[in-house]
Structures are given as C-alpha cells and as structure tokens.
Nanobody, 131 residues
C-alpha cells in the first residue's frame, strides 16, 4: 500500500488561507485520492476527491473555497483552503479510496475503517481557524 504523508496545516484567522500537501510514496494508479477531516466529537467528513483523470468533487460545505489538485509527475496531492471559517477547524487527512468513481469515493470517505477494503490514509495535519 502507498504511504501518505500530509503536511501544511497550521493556525490562521477566519478568512485566511492554507495549502495542504500530501506526498504519496508511489503512483496510486486508477484509484481516487481524497481529503477528509475529523473534528473533535464530530463525524468524519469527506472534503474533496480527485479521480485519475483529474475530475474533482467537493463537499457542499467547502465548495467554492477549497481546491483539490494532484501533480501526477511527483505523486503529490494538494488541498488549497481559502476563505477559512472556524468550522473548518479539524485534523485533515489525505486518503486513497479504492474506486475510480469520484461520487462513490466522496460518499464512502466517512465510512472507511483502518485496514478495511474501501481505502486507507496517512497521518493527519491540523488546521485551526480562529474567529
């Protein structure tokens, strides 16, 4: 399984921006890559998905503010976070979802379990947005 290392999190004021980076140890092939977030005492939320063709899909809560992209030459996944809000505060994780279907990937991000068949993820990077 490909190793995923996320970085770029930090503390910003509302309205600020951050860019998260996830370095994959190898090509993830036809599978989708994604970002999800987990805030304390809240359910895991799928944030954004990109398929192998570069098509993207976003959760309604971040649409128009976040942008997912991938550099296939270097196997690096990015998430640009703009117009940040306090409710965006969470640990952010990058993941590989074992599907080529971006809609399905966004749907199942909240259901993946460690060691399960749906996909896997690396360590998270924290984002804190103050008002």
């Amino acid at each position: 399984q490909v190793q995923l290392v996320a970085s770029g999190g930090g503390s910003v004021q509302a309205g600020g921006s951050l860019k998260l980076t996830c370095v994959a140890s190898a090509d993830t092939g036809a599978y989708c890559m994604a970002w999800f977030r987990q805030a304390p005492e809240k359910k895991r939320e799928g944030v954004a998905v990109i398929d192998s063709a570069g098509n993207t899909l976003y959760a309604d809560s971040v649409k128009g503010r976040f942008t997912i992209s991938k550099d296939n030459a270097t196997n690096i996944l990015y998430l640009q976070l703009n117009s940040l809000k306090p409710e965006d505060t969470a640990m952010y994780y990058c993941a590989v979802v074992r599907t080529e279907d971006a809609d399905f990937a966004l749907d199942v991000l909240g259901m993946m379990v460690a060691g399960g068949d749906l996909g896997y993820w690396g360590q998270g990077t924290p984002v804190t947005v103050s008002s």
